[in-house]
């Protein structure tokens, strides 16, 4: 039995993942959401809740740290919840597998991240993304970390989803805080599950953080393109902003201010090397048209439920 703590992007393809390969699944949500599956069970309980989460992981092979706070919320959740499933897992023996990012390394010179890079985050939520797998690898238990780059796919949130897709939807020039031109590695979350689950099945990988197979870097404004040629929709304009304007609406939004803590990974190179995970597992990224088709094919299902 697997338990899954979270049902976003994530959470619900290795949930779906793993009830497709016949395992018994068990996603742990505040709501008791998640994908239906004969397989899966979903439960509704706090997973910063250390008893209910361990009573819950009883028998459990692996337990996926699959959640996904607000940045608003990292500082007030994130500890506590990291800790009931470091907990948890302590007390099953489960395999202790986290969704992990590169928030950790801070900014980088040139902007290219190997497994190597060292964590040296100035940041907040950087920081806070240290401490998680420092206390996970001092407990003690068998734990993975696998990191990715922003998210491509069906339900991901990412600049492109979050900026780009509604103006591309909409036909309308489209504005987003970042330089459109540098390179930019983006990750399917359907790599990011598959990789969480090749890691936690082998011993190779414990006690280790790897990066997940994710196609070759591409700027911002060529994802754009590329996504409306896959879509079949009229090409748009793309245009950043200037680096100040997020920190600017900092000053009075909250969510704006944590996204300005973030923007260097924007306006800067920033490319993520897997090649480690892909010669030593196996792993190869899946085509960005594959998950670009995906994120249209989402987004006409979306269309459509409006009409």
């Given at each position: 039995?697997?338990?899954?703590?979270?049902s976003?992007?994530?959470?619900s393809?290795?949930?779906?993942?793993?009830a497709?390969?016949?395992?018994?699944?068990?996603?742990?949500?505040?709501?008791?959401?998640?994908?239906?599956?004969?397989?899966?069970?979903?439960v509704?309980?706090?997973?910063?809740?250390?008893?209910?989460?361990?009573e819950?992981?009883?028998?459990?092979?692996?337990?996926?740290?699959?959640?996904?706070p607000?940045?608003?919320?990292w500082?007030?959740?994130?500890?506590?919840?990291?800790d009931?499933?470091?907990?948890?897992?302590?007390?099953?023996g489960?395999?202790?597998?986290?969704?992990?990012?590169?928030?950790?390394?801070?900014?980088?010179?040139?902007?290219?991240?190997?497994?190597?890079?060292?964590?040296?985050?100035?940041?907040r939520?950087?920081?806070?993304?240290?401490?998680?797998w420092?206390?996970?690898?001092?407990?003690?238990?068998?734990?993975?970390e696998?990191?990715?780059?922003?998210y491509?796919?069906?339900?991901?949130a990412s600049?492109?989803?979050?900026?780009?897709?509604?103006?591309?939807?909409k036909?309308?020039?489209?504005?987003?805080?970042?330089?459109?031109?540098?390179?930019h590695?983006?990750?399917?979350?359907?790599?990011?599950?598959?990789?969480?689950?090749?890691?936690a099945r082998?011993?190779?990988a414990?006690?280790?953080?790897?990066?997940?197979?994710?196609p070759?870097?591409?700027?911002?404004?060529?994802?754009?393109?590329?996504?409306?040629?896959?879509?079949?929709?009229?090409?748009?304009?793309?245009?950043?902003?200037?680096?100040?304007?997020?920190?600017?609406?900092?000053a009075?939004?909250?969510m704006?201010?944590?996204?300005?803590?973030?923007d260097?990974?924007?306006?800067?190179?920033?490319?993520?090397?897997?090649?480690?995970?892909?010669?030593?597992f196996?792993?190869?990224?899946?085509?960005?048209?594959?998950?670009?088709?995906?994120?249209a094919d989402?987004a006409?299902v979306?269309a459509?439920?409006?009409m």
């Amino acid at each position: 039995m697997h338990v899954v703590v979270g049902s976003g992007p994530i959470g619900s393809n290795v949930a779906r993942l793993l009830a497709e390969q016949g395992e018994q699944v068990r996603i742990v949500t505040r709501s008791g959401s998640g994908p239906e599956h004969a397989l899966i069970e979903r439960v509704a309980a706090d997973a910063s809740d250390a008893r209910r989460l361990t009573e819950l992981t009883q028998g459990a092979e692996v337990l996926y740290n699959c959640a996904n706070p607000k940045y608003t919320e990292w500082a007030d959740k994130w500890f506590p919840m990291n800790d009931a499933m470091i907990a948890a897992a302590k007390a099953s023996g489960a395999i202790y597998a986290i969704t992990g990012n590169l928030y950790g390394y801070g900014p980088q010179p040139g902007g290219r991240m190997t497994e190597d890079t060292p964590l040296a985050a100035v940041g907040r939520k950087g920081k806070i993304r240290i401490k998680m797998w420092q206390d996970a690898l001092a407990s003690g238990v068998r734990t993975i970390e696998a990191r990715a780059s922003d998210y491509v796919g069906a339900g991901a949130a990412s600049v492109f989803s979050l900026v780009l897709l509604p103006a591309i939807q909409k036909g309308r020039t489209a504005f987003g805080p970042a330089d459109m031109d540098q390179p930019h590695t983006f990750t399917y979350t359907g790599d990011m599950a598959r990789t969480l689950v090749t890691l936690a099945r082998d011993e190779r990988a414990w006690g280790r953080a790897w990066h997940v197979p994710s196609p070759a870097a591409i700027t911002i404004r060529a994802m754009a393109a590329r996504y409306c040629e896959v879509a079949g929709v009229p090409q748009v304009k793309v245009h950043g902003l200037p680096r100040f304007t997020m920190r600017a609406a900092g000053a009075v939004v909250p969510m704006a201010r944590e996204m300005a803590e973030m923007d260097y990974q924007f306006y800067a190179p920033f490319q993520m090397d897997s090649s480690r995970t892909e010669r030593t597992f196996g792993l190869q990224p899946t085509d960005l048209d594959v998950a670009l088709r995906e994120v249209a094919d989402a987004a006409e299902v979306t269309a459509a439920r409006r009409m």
